[in-house]
Structure formats: structure tokens, C-alpha cells
């Protein structure tokens, strides 16, 4: 027969701090929660909130920030400099500037998030089926991944772009078309890391108990695979949203990527260019913009990796 | 081929588990395309066990002698490179579907490292409840709640913690939510991977006696695998000593203790220190010399003769069986004292 | 450098208190900590995880992280010299010379991209000046001694081609290289098996004998302690305990902490029954409780034992002291 007086005695020893209770510290705390506790008082992380909010809100109310029209240029305000009257200064085919700029947020920020919304999902599910089933699997999936690693993002996405057709007008087309052929080569970042992490979860013993429990393959990934191994991910996400806002500046500078009408910093930028010597106020600001959304997920995406690394816990 | 009765304990009770011959090699392989095998760990090499109702077999033995891939071939985590394992009557090997999901139900496992043996990022009452979710028979979904605060009780853990996290317990009390995710389903057989080998002494003894009590409570059986002899005294009703990938002595555990037939078993509790300052030095130590050998390249013959000082020709030359002796089994030619 | 006065005792160690800032609160890790060590001496400290004992062992080797850490207060006296006191630089040189340190894990202590001839030659050419050739001589002779067979091809290998054994005897070998006064092991043979843990004290032990230099033992393990240690310090929650000779502590110990440890050790010889168990869980460092540390798992506490001031040191006879209440009656009596 059991001994009831052992359980009883484990259960005595309740309140006074020493006793068993006193190792459950507080309420449930997950440790998303205690990631939450760092980033709460990294002002490094508020800072780099406000700011992408900041952007955000630019971008989905243009209105807020300016009531002049973007598309209004008068050729007789030409490359005029930054007045009172017009804080930024007027381009090169006399448009303001400073509706430009915030009129451009929309599209550089819609680019950037769909780019990085698809590679991530795309670079995961390769990732995470690469690394579980390991194998021919993961041997094919790899090397696909290097194949794609290893095309220069440039070159890759001026062939993707060039070789398929937009038609002129639509704005909406040429953001998409942009966005996937970003996506397109930079997932394999995402799916490296994703891979990485998967192995490491792989190999935890918890694992192994729900294997030993008769789990299927789905409900492994799914209930302790991914949730261990999202951290890295999540980290390299946000900081690939600051890189493609950047790559889709780039293209759009080099001609390739948005087309007009589409208002964005990479066109602004590309426009002002050959004038930065004479005036240049109309490279300038859309070029502080950009760098500033850039810095931000950058800066984002580095201090919830400190956050989430469970040495720091 | 060794015979079927493994215990001179006259039973007549169906065994819980029963092994016999059970192999597991680990391919090398080598190349750099297409790889060849070019050799075997020896992980487990001819094992043949029996376990019957509400006993607990001690499994001893250290580092590399594969007491470890002995518990994840017995719980299914690792599939044999031949011999039979029955549970109940039933085999496990070539086990599918219905059949392996049904095994998994008799037989559980309780793992070493309180640290990784749990999901980090679920609670202790998911941890524990996750068993019912995989064998949605075995327990009604409006009844999952209640039992899981019951099995909490039974490991002597506060239900109220049902929704805390791992990380917010001790090590010992992780071992406890472990065991209670082990019993979740009601195994007849419950394997224990050096359960406590992780935990501080003071713990180590809250554990064991945990263990004893619920073996004792739900009439389980317990194979109770650790490379602390000392430990093992305590909870086994029987002891099998592993030697690289063999068992080289098995018996009940006062016999096994008191008086060790095999010059390994000797040497191991002989090494065992002896807290007792008054005793220092008064007990001759056997100190082995050298390391073992790899388990891919185990000696010819007699795999202990490399470090055994009775060593003789004969022992390079024939294995030794598991015979006989003096009340416990042990596969020496030169057993004894 | 000053003088060092070769009639002090070879470590004393008064009131050493050191404390970690975490983000959960301040984790009093080591709470007024008295310790001695005589030449030729092996002194163990006894403790589970959170005594405190690595954290000692680690101000006294002078390589805690401070921060977090900080040693609030407290003097480790070398050969009556304050090595907490000293400059750093004057405190380096103490350390491997005077002072050498022996870790729980071979494989993360030594450095893996480094052959192991290298790492041991390092102590030969960085405190005393000697070239690589010599150095590597030096190496040989030091894993012979050690008892590494095939010592002159060896010294070439790296880290991960020895076996955790092996490893060990070469954390042994550089602790002992430059033949200081004091090694401290912190758990030497925790990681290893019973039948290498064997071979590992028992080269200790010869080692220390040949070298006489002191011994400080860090361990949990109370079979380890019974075979090697003269003296015993037992640590709870940051606290010493007791302090007595080994025989002593064994036989007759004078703290309900140590009685229980001994009673919830499982024991080859005796019975074979049921282990009795401490109940309970030793205090989070944060949270220690008012008075007596251990009194919330006492079977013998009363209510002095829960309100501060904590139990103070109570002096039983020549160096044997324990930090309990009603001492003298566990040591007569036992607890139960």
C-alpha cells in the first residue's frame, strides 16, 4: 500500500518561502513573456517602434502629413531649394518633395512587407522540411537552396524583371511584380536559419517523449518543432524587412524596379541623382527617409534577437 | 541460445516484457557522394531480458556500454537490427500503425535531463495532457482536466501550477511532471533513463522514493537504468550489469551485491567510493586500468579481457555465455572471487 | 612583491560575502563564509547546487564575472596576504603559480583548437619565460606524470581525441604544472564514470602527496569526500554550516543539514529500504527565508530557528563548529 504520509509531507511544506513552492516563481510566466520584461525597458526597442510606426502610418494616411498632391509639378518650380513655402524643395520635374517623400513611404513600405511576409514563408516551410526529415530530403532542398543562395541578388532580379512584362499604368501590378522577384532570392536566408534551428529542436529529448508517445510526424512539428524553433526566424524576418526596403530602392535607383506612376524613395532617389552636386536637397530627404525605416527594422530586429536568446534568461 | 528463464525467482506470471537476442549496430559510414558502410558501432549486441509484473530490473553499467540505446530501443525510439521484443504477449517489432500506438500505451520512458526533457514553451498541464491528445481513447475530453491535476497529486506536485511553465520549476520537480506524463496513460512497463542522475542528492532520494511508491500504487513495472550503483541498490528487485553492448551478469540484487560473480561487476562496486572516512583505504579498490574499448571495435572473444586481470588465452578466444552461478547468471570463465 | 610570510596559514578566508544582481531581484550567492586550509591539507566543501561552494571557489581563484557579481565584503588570505585586496595585475601572478584551478568539464575548459601540448607548454611559456622547445619537454614529462600512456606522441593531439578521463588527467597535469600552493578541483570527477572517477582521485591524491601542496575539494559527492578530504565545510543557501574534521562530520554530525545528507544517501552497504528524504526544496537565493536557512525542511526546527538573526556559529570544541541552534544536541543525539 502507498505511503500517504510522503505526499503529505511534500504538501506541508507550502508557504514558507525554501519550500517547493518557492522555486514556481509567479504567475505563468512564458518565455515570450520574459522576452517581453527585456524589451520593455530597451529604449532601443521604443525608439525603433516609434519610428517604424511613425512610417507606418505615413505610409497608409499620406493625407495626414501633407494636403499637397505629389503629382502636381509645374516645370517652372523646377529643382527649386527647400523654403518655407515648401519644406523639402521641388524635384527636378518641380513636384514637391516633401510629398514625395511621404506619398513614397506607402510603396517602399508595401514592398517591403510582401517581399518579406513570402520569402519567410517560403524559406520556413523549406527550412523546417529540410531540417526534420534530414536525408534525401534535406540533401535536395539544401542544395536547391545553395543554388539560389548563389545568384547575385542584381543580377537575379533584373533578369526576373526585365523578362516579365508590366503593364505601363499599373501600380498595383508593378509592386507585386517587384515584391515576388525580391522574394524570389531572398529566401534562402530565411530558410538556412530555419533548417539551422529545426536540427538543434530536432535532437531535444522532449521531442523524443512525444515520439515515444506515439505522436505523427505533423504533430511534432507542429506543437514542438516550430514554437522552439521560430526565435532565429522571427529575428531574421524583421531584419530582412530593413534589407528589402533597401534592395527595392536599389532596383527602382537602377530603373528596374518601380515604375511611375508609382511614387517611391528608390525612384525619388533615382530621379535626383545626376543633380546631387547642384541640389541636393531632392536626393536628400528621401534618402534620410529610407535610411531611417531601414535602421529602424534593422535595430527592431536586433534587440528582440538580445531578447529572445535564451542565455540571456 | 541462451535459455528462456533468465531468474532463478519461480514465477509463473506472464512477463510484462521479454526480450530476447536484441541487436542494434550503428552503420559508419564513409565517402563522400555515395556513402559506404564501413563498419558498425556495436551499441547493443545480444540482449536477453525479462520483466515481470511490479518488479523492478535495474540496468547498471557505464558510459558506452549502451544501457541508454537499450531504453530507446525498448520504447520504440529506435528500431533493431534484429532480435524480439514482446510486450505483453505482443511483438514490437514490425509493429505499425494501430498495433505500434497500442504498444505505446503499455510501455512509456522517463528521460535523464530534467532541462530538455520538457517543451519549453508549453504549460506543465499541456505537457501532461498531451498523451490524451495522441490516444484520444483513453480519456474523455471533459474528464483530460481533472486527471491531469490527478497525476499531478499522485507525482507530488501542486495541481495549481497546472498552468506555470518548465522553466519556473526546479529539477527535481521536473522529473516529477516527466513521471506524471509517463503515467498519463497507464503503461504496465515504465523505462527510466537515469532519472536521477541529473539532480542533487537530497532530490535524488525524493525521486527514488516516488518512484518506489507509485511502482508500489499502481503495481508498474520499472526498468531502472543508471550508472550509480549505489542508486540502483535501493529500487531493483533484480540487477543486469552491462558490458559494451552486453549484459555480463544478471541476478536478483542482494545476490548481484553480495557476491558479484563477474570480475567487471566486482571492479565497478568495488570503485563505487565508500562514504565511511574510517574505512579509507581498508577496502582493496580494483582500479581498472586503461579505458574500454570502442564499441565498433570490440575485442575478440571476451570483450571485458582487454582490462580483466584474470585474462587467459581462452578468453580471446570463445565469448563467454551467461550461465549459472552461484545464484545469479554471468558469462565468465572465471567467475567468482 | 612583498614578502610572503611563510608562517600564516596557507588560506584563510573570513566573511566572504558575494552577491549577484539578476534580473529577478539580488541573489545572495555566498553569505559570510569562513574558510582554512594548512599546507598538505585536503579540505572539502560540501554543498548541493545553489550552496554556493563554485561561487566561493571562484572568489578565491578570482574569476567571477563581477558584474554581475561583487564581493561585498571579506578577505581571502593567502599566506597572510588579501588577494582580494591586491591590484589585478599583482593578482594574476598568483594564479596557476600560487593558485591553480581544476574544472568540472575538461572538454569546455580546454581549448579546442589548441593541441594539448600547447595549452600545458602555454603555462611554461608565459610564467616563466621559457621557449616553445623547452616548454613542450616540459608538457611530456608533466602527462607523464600524469600517466597519459604514449605521452610523447600524444602531445600532439587536440582536446577531443582523449577520452573524458584522459582529459581530466590533463586539467590535472596544469594545475600541478608550475607547482602552486593551493589546487582547488571544483568537481572534478562529477562528469566522469565510477570506475575513471577511481583512477581520477586516486592520481589526485598521489599528486597532492608529491607536490604538498593544499587540496580544496569542491563536491556534492559525499563518497568522494569520505575517501580523500581531512576537513569538511558544508554549505547550504551561501552559508558554512558546519566545519569539522572528516571523521567527525561523518560520524557525528552536528547539523540537521548534514544528518539529513547522509541519511538520503544511498549506500552500498546497510539497509536497502527506503532513503529517507529531506523534504522540501533548498530556498531560492533571492528569497532565502528569516533565521535559519534550512529551518523551512527541519525536522528538528523550532521557532527561534525561523526569526532573524540566523543561527550563529556555535563552537563545539577546537575547529569543529556548526551553525545550528541546538548543535550540541545533534552532535549527542542525532535529529529524529
Known amino acids: 500500500m502507498s505511503d500517504p504520509d510522503a505526499f503529505a509531507a511534500l504538501g506541508t511544506i507550502h508557504d514558507a518561502p525554501g519550500g517547493p513552492e518557492a522555486a514556481v516563481t509567479g504567475p505563468g510566466r512564458t518565455l515570450a513573456g520574459d522576452a517581453w520584461e527585456t524589451l520593455r525597458s530597451s529604449w532601443v526597442f521604443w525608439g525603433s517602434l516609434v519610428l517604424i510606426a511613425f512610417f507606418v502610418v505615413m505610409a497608409a494616411f499620406p493625407g495626414l502629413f501633407t494636403h499637397v498632391d505629389p503629382a502636381s509639378c509645374q516645370a517652372a518650380r523646377a529643382r527649386v531649394e527647400p523654403s518655407s513655402s515648401a519644406w523639402f524643395g521641388y524635384d527636378v520635374q518641380g513636384c514637391d518633395v516633401y510629398a514625395r517623400t511621404i506619398y513614397g513611404a506607402r510603396a517602399s513600405i508595401v514592398v517591403g512587407t510582401i517581399a518579406t511576409l513570402t520569402a519567410m514563408t517560403l524559406g520556413s516551410t523549406v527550412g523546417i522540411y529540410a531540417g526534420f526529415f534530414g536525408g534525401l530530403v534535406d540533401s535536395l532542398l539544401s542544395r536547391l537552396t545553395d543554388i539560389f543562395f548563389a545568384i547575385p541578388l542584381l543580377l537575379g532580379s533584373i533578369i526576373i524583371l526585365t523578362s516579365i512584362p508590366t503593364p505601363t499604368g499599373s501600380a498595383f501590378f508593378s509592386i507585386l511584380k517587384v515584391s515576388l522577384a525580391l522574394a524570389a532570392l531572398g529566401w534562402t536566408s530565411t530558410a538556412r536559419v530555419a533548417r539551422s534551428s529545426v536540427i538543434q529542436v530536432k535532437q531535444a529529448d522532449f521531442v523524443s517523449a512525444s515520439r515515444a508517445l506515439g505522436a505523427s510526424r505533423t504533430w511534432m512539428i507542429r506543437k514542438h518543432i516550430v514554437p522552439n524553433a521560430i526565435a532565429p526566424v522571427i529575428v531574421i524576418t524583421t531584419i530582412s524587412l530593413g534589407s528589402f526596403i533597401g534592395a527595392e530602392a536599389t532596383l527602382s535607383y537602377l530603373g528596374i524596379g518601380l515604375q511611375p506612376p508609382v511614387i517611391s524613395w528608390g525612384i525619388a532617389i533615382n530621379d535626383a541623382a545626376p543633380y546631387v552636386r547642384s541640389t541636393p536637397h531632392m536626393l536628400f530627404f528621401p534618402a534620410l527617409f529610407l535610411s531611417l525605416t531601414v535602421l529602424a527594422f534593422i535595430s527592431l530586429g536586433d534587440v528582440v534577437r538580445e531578447a529572445l536568446d535564451p542565455k540571456a534568461m | 541460445m541462451v535459455s528462456a528463464e533468465l531468474t532463478s525467482k519461480p514465477t509463473n506470471q506472464e512477463a510484462v516484457l521479454r526480450v530476447r537476442g536484441l541487436v542494434k549496430h550503428f552503420p559508419l559510414r564513409r565517402g563522400i557522394l555515395i556513402k559506404r558502410q564501413v563498419g558498425a558501432v556495436q551499441a547493443v549486441d545480444g540482449v536477453d531480458l525479462d520483466v515481470y509484473p511490479g518488479e523492478t530490473l535495474g540496468v547498471v553499467g557505464e558510459s558506452g556500454c549502451g544501457k541508454s540505446t537499450l531504453a530507446r530501443l525498448l520504447v520504440g525510439l529506435e528500431v533493431p537490427t534484429a532480435g524480439a521484443v514482446t510486450v505483453l504477449g505482443r511483438d514490437l517489432i514490425g509493429a505499425r500503425g494501430a498495433g505500434l500506438k497500442a504498444f505505446r500505451r503499455e510501455v512509456q520512458m522517463i528521460f535523464q535531463d530534467p532541462y530538455t526533457s520538457l517543451n519549453p514553451r508549453m504549460t506543465v498541464g499541456d505537457i501532461i495532457s498531451e498523451p490524451f491528445e495522441i490516444h484520444p481513447g483513453v480519456v474523455p475530453k471533459d474528464k483530460r482536466s481533472a486527471r491531469v491535476r490527478e497525476l499531478m497529486a499522485l507525482v507530488g506536485l501542486s495541481p495549481e501550477h497546472v498552468d506555470r511553465y518548465p522553466h519556473q520549476f526546479s529539477g527535481g520537480q521536473r522529473q516529477r511532471i516527466g513521471i506524471a506524463r509517463g503515467l498519463a496513460l497507464n503503461p504496465k512497463l515504465l523505462i527510466c533513463d537515469e532519472p536521477v542522475s541529473a539532480l542533487d542528492v537530497s532530490v535524488q532520494a525524493q525521486v527514488i522514493n516516488l518512484l518506489q511508491d507509485l511502482q508500489k500504487q499502481l503495481g508498474i513495472s520499472l526498468i531502472f537504468i543508471a550508472h550509480d550503483l549505489s542508486v540502483v541498490r535501493h529500487i531493483a528487485d533484480r540487477v543486469a550489469v552491462m558490458y559494451l553492448g552486453r549484459v555480463v551478469e544478471i541476478g536478483e540484487q542482494e545476490m548481484v551485491y553480495s557476491n558479484p560473480q563477474h570480475p567487471y561487476t566486482r571492479a565497478l562496486l568495488s570503485a563505487v567510493p565508500v562514504p565511511d572516512p574510517k574505512l579509507r583505504g581498508m577496502l582493496g579498490q580494483i582500479v581498472l586500468e586503461g579505458d574500454p574499448p570502442s564499441p565498433a571495435d570490440p575485442p575478440s572473444g571476451c570483450r571485458f579481457r582487454t582490462r580483466c586481470w584474470k585474462a587467459q588465452d581462452v578468453c580471446a578466444e570463445i565469448d563467454p555465455q551467461l550461465r549459472d552461478l552461484e545464484g545469479v547468471k554471468a558469462a565468465c570463465h572465471f567467475p567468482g572471487a | ?336
Not at chain 3, 599566506?79 to 589585478?88: F, H, K, V
Not at chain 3, 568539464?105 to 580546454?110: H, K, R, Y
Not at chain 3, 551553525?323 to 535529529?335: D, I, L, Y
Request: with cysteine.
Open chain 3, 1 to 336: 612583491m612583498t614578502e610572503i610570510d611563510q608562517t600564516a596559514p596557507l588560506l584563510q578566508v573570513r566573511n566572504l560575502n558575494v552577491l549577484f544582481r539578476t534580473r529577478d531581484g539580488v541573489a545572495h550567492a555566498v553569505n559570510g563564509v569562513d574558510l582554512d586550509l594548512a599546507a598538505g591539507q585536503t579540505l572539502a566543501v560540501l554543498g548541493e547546487s545553489g550552496s554556493g561552494k563554485s561561487v566561493t571557489a571562484q572568489a578565491i581563484m578570482g574569476i567571477l564575472d563581477m558584474p554581475p557579481a561583487e564581493i561585498t565584503s571579506g578577505t581571502v588570505k593567502f599566506r597572510g596576504q588579501d588577494l582580494l585586496a591586491m591590484p589585478e595585475k599583482v593578482r594574476r601572478t598568483y594564479r596557476a603559480q600560487k593558485i591553480s584551478m581544476i574544472f568540472q568539464d575538461a572538454l569546455s575548459a580546454l581549448n579546442p583548437v589548441y593541441t594539448v601540448g600547447f595549452q600545458i607548454g602555454e603555462l611554461f611559456t608565459v610564467h616563466r619565460g621559457m621557449s616553445r622547445k623547452d616548454a613542450k619537454k616540459k608538457s611530456i614529462e608533466l602527462m607523464e606524470r600524469v600517466r597519459i600512456p604514449g605521452a610523447a606522441s600524444r602531445v600532439n593531439d587536440y582536446p577531443h581525441q582523449f577520452s573524458g578521463g584522459m582529459r581530466q588527467r590533463i586539467m590535472i597535469a596544469m594545475a600541478i604544472a608550475l607547482e602552486p600552493d593551493i589546487i582547488i578541483a571544483d568537481e572534478p570527477t562529477t562528469a566522469l564514470d565510477v570506475t575513471v572517477q577511481a583512477q581520477i582521485m586516486e592520481l589526485l591524491a598521489e599528486m597532492r602527496r608529491e607536490t604538498g601542496s593544499g587540496l580544496i575539494l569542491i563536491t556534492h559527492d559525499l563518497g568522494v569526500v569520505a575517501e580523500v578530504a581531512d576537513r569538511i565545510s558544508v554549505m547550504y543557501a551561501g552559508r558554512v554550516v558546519e566545519h569539522g574534521t572528516a571523521e567527525e562530520v561523518f560520524a557525528t554530525p552536528a547539523h540537521p543539514y548534514t544528518r539529513g545528507l547522509l541519511d538520503s544517501m544511498p549506500k552500498l552497504i546497510g539497509e536497502d529500504s527506503r532513503l529517507y528524504a529531506i523534504p522540501g526544496l533548498p530556498p531560492s537565493l533571492t528569497n532565502v527565508p528569516p533565521g535559519c536557512p534550512f529551518s523551512p525542511r527541519c525536522p528538528r526546527a523550532e521557532d527561534i530557528c525561523r526569526h532573524d538573526p540566523p543561527p550563529p556559529e556555535i563552537e563545539l570544541w577546537s575547529q569543529r563548529t556548526s551553525a545550528c541552534h541546538f548543535a550540541e544536541e545533534v552532535v549527542a543525539h542525532g535529529v529524529r
